[in-house]
């Protein structure tokens, strides 16, 4: 029995006899171990690192290998340093870095231009690793669900130029200057002590129109741009918005893989609507995959014709939620659209009262070809069901279908039967990974600006989730494993 209170740890100033060796520190399942042997086993040049080549001439300091700095950045973001400050001190403190470099101590400027420098390099490599988990079959390469999120990238909302942001504080700005205009007017009329030789009112009136010139400026910067708008500080930033949320950044897109829940792709888009990401996406994650056939599973912000044909041409199958467009006519007990069935053999539609709506002609809108149906007048007229169908003065129903309409109709069948369960699965895969990246990464916004260097840090993290997860599915020893064949091979 023990008369020690607590256990003792050793004597700082002892002198050991034999000094522990720093691999000891570092247990057989630490992460370190994991990160160490991916990046050992990774050709950084064919990824495109900087400094992978051999100096041409031997003058100055060395550089530092990019194997160790790609190294401390996995190491950082897998453990929500992200700031190079604060990598830096990771560095000289924390002995799992420590081992991981080998004592070196990069400095923060370093480190930043690191990840500066090597945006391209940094998405290469989260590819490279879902290739990895690839050859490892833990992709299921059958389904992927398809989500986004709006990430705060290193520009504020105020910093962010619209149009009609710039017109509202132009005439903002105007209103205030014929304010003083006026005034000084009125008082030279009234006669009192010329006011326009007040230096103070002189000040405001330049710093006035100082503010009109700015915003005059910004306003041909943003024309020049040919964007809706424009950011000084992040240029590719934009304002996003979706459900009364607004946020200055990027729409990170994601596709999962329904097997592991493993990141195939990912995207930093500058749209905050989602209605033109679907096949993107897809054809993206099909790619990777390497696959003939795949299935995607997507929310009702992805909903669009067009996307879902651009799949159907690449042989993806999209389960995409269909917004209810009909709720209100159905409220007011009018018919829908899906009320009118349409008979492709005879190429027409038949009403709820039996009538055909038969071909008019072709019209285009939006870029898309439409074919216009429309009933005979004489058969709406007396029709005892006209009132759920048509506005008093409309003498006969009208239809528009898109020319690739059988592709919507393909797609709202599949959703009948499965669309509840699809929905449910692609809850349950998409919102895994983003809710790892803010909850256990503490991920919520850009430390970097513009449309590459945020592509490059998006690559990180999608490394650094797919590294986590492939882990937790292999265990560190065979992740080793898995890098060094691949390495020697
Ligand atoms: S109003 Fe015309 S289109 Fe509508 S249900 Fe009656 S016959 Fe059919």
Request: hydrophobic letters at 40%; glycine letters at 8%.
């Amino acid at each position: 029995m023990t008369t020690r209170r607590y256990k003792t740890g050793l004597d700082r100033r002892e002198q050991m006899v034999l000094p522990p060796c720093l691999d000891d520190y570092i247990c057989a399942d630490n992460l370190a171990r994991a990160i160490d042997a991916y990046v050992e086993g990774c050709d950084l040049a064919a990824l495109g690192f900087t400094h992978t080549l051999a100096p041409k001439h031997g003058a100055g300091q060395p550089a530092f290998d990019p194997a160790d700095l790609l190294k401390l950045y996995l190491y950082g973001y897998l453990h929500r340093v992200r700031s190079s400050r604060r990598l830096e001190a990771e560095a000289r403190r924390n002995l799992e870095c420590i081992w991981l470099l080998g004592g070196l101590v990069p400095g923060y400027k370093t480190l930043a231009d690191f990840r500066k420098d090597n945006a391209k390099a940094l998405k290469a490599a989260g590819r490279d690793f879902a290739l990895l988990c690839k050859a490892a079959g833990l992709y299921g390469g059958e389904l992927v669900a398809i989500d986004g999120s709006f990430v705060r990238g290193n520009a504020s909302k105020a910093s962010i130029d619209t149009r009609s942001r710039l017109e509202k504080e132009g005439e903002r700005i105007e209103k205030l200057i014929e304010g003083y205009l006026a005034g000084l007017d009125k008082a030279d009329r009234e006669g009192a002590e010329p006011p326009s030789e007040d230096p103070a009112l002189k000040d405001k009136l330049a710093h006035l129109r100082e503010r009109q010139a700015d915003v005059q400026a910004r306003r041909r910067r943003l024309e020049e741009s040919g964007e809706g708008q424009f950011s000084g500080t992040d240029p590719d930033a934009r304002l996003l918005s979706k459900n009364g949320q607004v946020v200055a950044g990027y729409n990170v897109q994601i596709a999962v893989d329904a097997k592991h829940k493993l990141l195939v792709c990912s995207e930093a888009a500058q749209d905050g609507n989602d209605a033109a990401q679907l096949a993107p996406m897809a054809v993206a994650a099909k790619e990777l995959l390497g696959v003939e056939f795949l299935q995607a599973e997507a929310d009702g912000g992805y909903y669009s014709q067009a996307q879902i044909k651009a799949c159907e041409d690449v042989e993806v199958t999209a389960y995409v939620a269909i917004p209810n467009k009909s709720r209100l006519q159905r409220e007011e007990g009018r018919f829908a659209r899906e009320d009118f069935q349409y008979d492709a053999q005879a190429d027409r539609y038949l009403c709820p009262a039996g009538q055909s709506l038969v071909p008019q002609g072709r019209q285009e809108k939006r870029g898309e070809v439409y074919i216009h149906y429309a009933a005979r007048a004489s058969g709406c007229q007396d029709c005892p069901l006209r009132a759920k169908c048509l506005p008093a003065k409309t003498p006969y129903r009208q239809l528009n279908r898109w020319e690739h309409e059988a592709v919507v109709e393909r797609h709202r069948a599949r959703m009948q039967v499965e669309g509840t369960a699809r929905m449910r699965s692609r809850a349950a895969l998409a919102e895994h990974p983003f809710g790892t990246f803010k909850l256990w990464f503490g991920w919520t916004h850009f430390l970097v600006r513009g449309k590459t260097k945020v592509g490059g840090v998006l690559g990180l993290m999608t490394l650094c989730y797919n590294l986590r997860r492939a882990v937790n599915l292999l265990g560190v020893e065979a992740l080793i494993a898995l890098c060094r064949v691949r390495a020697a091979a």
